[in-house]
């Protein structure tokens, strides 16, 4: 029989019947064996999530003051929880544990961690499934990065001997049993992890949305839902940063081409998103989603005979790099170079760069010029179709918006535009617009 691995967010268990969708989806389906929880998220918006009281636990209680309201917030979520579920589970004892933890040495990443591991308490409680601890098989070395070899090994061969069980997201320990977490939104990568480990036939990843849309739904109205994607189209979209799936979270499961599917706890019958290692495009879909986000600034640099110059790219992108500045896009002419960069990368910097790539190449002419938007429209549905850029460019010159920049990835499975940050929005919307008719 298949194995599926499937990991509940935060806001799939913010509370007693949260927790209840989640049990009924899991008993739903036999396959559903090895479950990965996050530490319970916001209830309504103004609420805070566990993780971020934990967070302000430690800032506390390292400057000396014990948290005493933050601590007793988070002791009664997870006493409401367990209370609204009618378990016959006590924490009291972990809630001590954690509470002479913070008045000793608090430790960072140690606090983080406890609220996947109190979720996942709860839930092994609830689902009458064996509690593993993520500390005890997700492998951190000594510099404090994920072991992904070591984990397969330890992880799979734990597995074999568990039908099944609820291993909480977020976090792992180093080979000293150090708690090390993974970055924010992190359970989703331990999600990938085990699904790996137990050769799953699938990974489900339960949030609150039924999957990835085909565009921000702050910019265009009600776009349609992506109903099938690649991990490759998934990256070149991750301008999104639309917080549905840790970007991280792809590699795992990428290396055993095992499918994700993004699935909404509130809504379990709808089909979601899948994530796949290759597909077909959808038939009538040219474009799979468009992504974007503004905060870049161009630096251009213009030189007679620049072509010829040996070393001139690579000497402009040694200042770039020597200041810590990675680049996204690198658009040139015979005798113009421009580097795309995130203007938060460059800050401060702008006139020691200036002064660098001068005394570097000595340009005729430099200038950084920031408030740039860049667009991702993405689709594979695009390889070898004609007449995509001109669709796309078409919609763009005709509602007035000057392109800036524009670059095809070599695959031809995307292509990026970009714009003035005051264009951004409507260009999205008429690149939309123009494929969904
Ligand atoms: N609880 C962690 C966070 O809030 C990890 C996760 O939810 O994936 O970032």
Same mark, same amino acid.
């Given at each position: 029989?298949?194995?599926?691995?499937?990991?509940?967010?935060?806001?799939?268990?913010?509370?007693?019947?949260?927790?209840?969708?989640?049990?009924?989806?899991?008993?739903?389906?036999?396959?559903?064996?090895?479950? @990965?929880?996050? !530490?319970?998220?916001?209830?309504?918006?103004?609420?805070?999530?566990?993780?971020?009281?934990?967070?302000?636990?430690?800032?506390?209680?390292?400057?000396?003051?014990?948290?005493?309201?933050?601590?007793?917030?988070?002791?009664?979520?997870?006493?409401?929880?367990?209370?609204?579920?009618?378990?016959?589970?006590?924490?009291?004892?972990?809630?001590?544990?954690?509470?002479?933890?913070?008045?000793?040495?608090?430790?960072?990443?140690?606090?983080?961690?406890?609220?996947?591991?109190?979720?996942?308490?709860?839930?092994?409680?609830?689902?009458?499934?064996?509690?593993?601890?993520?500390?005890?098989?997700?492998?951190?070395?000594?510099?404090?990065?994920?072991?992904?070899?070591?984990?397969?090994?330890?992880?799979?061969?734990?597995?074999?001997?568990?039908?099944?069980? @609820?291993?909480?997201?977020?976090?792992?320990?180093?080979?000293?049993?150090?708690?090390?977490?993974?970055?924010?939104?992190?359970? +989703?990568?331990?999600?990938?992890?085990?699904?790996?480990?137990?050769?799953?036939?699938?990974?489900?990843?339960?949030?609150?949305?039924?999957?990835?849309?085909?565009?921000?739904?702050?910019?265009?109205?009600?776009?349609?839902?992506?109903?099938?994607?690649?991990?490759?189209?998934?990256?070149?979209?991750?301008?999104?940063?639309?917080?549905?799936?840790?970007?991280?979270?792809?590699?795992?499961?990428?290396?055993?081409?095992?499918?994700?599917?993004?699935?909404?706890?509130?809504?379990?019958?709808?089909?979601?998103?899948?994530?796949?290692?290759?597909?077909?495009?959808?038939?009538?879909?040219?474009?799979?989603?468009?992504?974007?986000?503004?905060?870049?600034?161009?630096?251009?640099?213009?030189?007679?005979?620049?072509?010829?110059?040996?070393?001139?790219?690579?000497?402009?992108?040694?200042?770039?790099?020597?200041?810590?500045?990675?680049?996204?896009?690198?658009?040139?002419?015979?005798?113009?170079?421009?580097?795309?960069? !995130?203007?938060?990368?460059?800050?401060?910097?702008?006139?020691?760069?200036?002064?660098?790539?001068?005394?570097?190449?000595?340009?005729?002419?430099?200038?950084?010029?920031?408030?740039?938007?860049?667009?991702?429209?993405?689709?594979?549905?695009?390889?070898?179709?004609?007449?995509?850029?001109?669709?796309?460019?078409? !919609? @763009?010159?005709?509602?007035?918006?000057?392109?800036?920049?524009?670059?095809?990835?070599?695959?031809?499975?995307?292509?990026?535009?970009? @714009?003035?940050?005051? +264009?951004?929005?409507?260009?999205?919307?008429?690149?939309? +617009? !123009?494929?969904?008719?």
């Amino acid at each position: 029989m298949d194995v599926l691995v499937a990991k509940f967010g935060g806001s799939s268990l913010s509370g007693a019947s949260q927790f209840e969708k989640v049990a009924n989806i899991v008993r739903a389906d036999e396959r559903r064996r090895y479950i @990965v929880p996050s !530490a319970p998220g916001k209830r309504y918006s103004s609420d805070t999530k566990v993780t971020d009281l934990l967070y302000q636990c430690y800032h506390l209680a390292s400057g000396g003051t014990f948290p005493k309201e933050e601590f007793a917030q988070i002791c009664d979520r997870y006493r409401e929880i367990i209370h609204g579920l009618d378990l016959d589970l006590s924490l009291e004892d972990e809630f001590q544990v954690i509470e002479n933890h913070l008045k000793t040495c608090p430790d960072e990443a140690y606090l983080a961690s406890r609220g996947e591991y109190l979720n996942g308490r709860i839930l092994a409680d609830l689902l009458h499934f064996p509690f593993l601890d993520a500390a005890e098989v997700i492998c951190f070395n000594k510099r404090l990065s994920f072991d992904a070899h070591r984990t397969q090994d330890v992880l799979s061969a734990r597995l074999k001997t568990m039908e099944h069980a @609820v291993i909480p997201g977020f976090y792992g320990a180093d080979p000293d049993g150090r708690i090390c977490t993974f970055s924010r939104g992190g359970s +989703d990568i331990t999600g990938s992890i085990v699904a790996r480990a137990a050769d799953a036939a699938l990974y489900e990843n339960f949030t609150d949305v039924s999957g990835f849309l085909m565009a921000d739904p702050r910019i265009v109205d009600h776009p349609k839902v992506i109903s099938t994607i690649t991990y490759h189209e998934l990256r070149e979209l991750s301008y999104m940063g639309a917080g549905v799936l840790h970007q991280d979270a792809i590699f795992p499961v990428r290396e055993s081409g095992i499918p994700i599917n993004i699935k909404n706890t509130n809504d379990p019958e709808a089909r979601g998103t899948m994530i796949v290692p290759v597909a077909p495009p959808d038939p009538g879909r040219i474009i799979t989603g468009i992504a974007g986000h503004n905060g870049f600034s161009f630096i251009t640099i213009e030189k007679e005979m620049m072509n010829n110059e040996l070393g001139f790219g690579r000497r402009v992108l040694t200042v770039l790099e020597d200041n810590g500045i990675s680049f996204e896009h690198l658009p040139s002419g015979i005798d113009t170079m421009s580097v795309v960069v !995130a203007s938060a990368f460059i800050g401060e910097k702008k006139q020691t760069i200036i002064h660098e790539i001068c005394d570097a190449v000595n340009p005729d002419h430099i200038s950084i010029e920031d408030g740039f938007s860049l667009i991702a429209v993405v689709g594979r549905g695009m390889i070898r179709t004609q007449g995509t850029a001109s669709r796309i460019f078409d !919609a @763009v010159a005709r509602s007035g918006i000057n392109v800036h920049l524009i670059d095809q990835g070599s695959s031809e499975l995307n292509i990026i535009i970009g @714009v003035k940050d005051e +264009d951004f929005e409507s260009a999205v919307r008429v690149i939309y +617009d !123009a494929f969904n008719d």
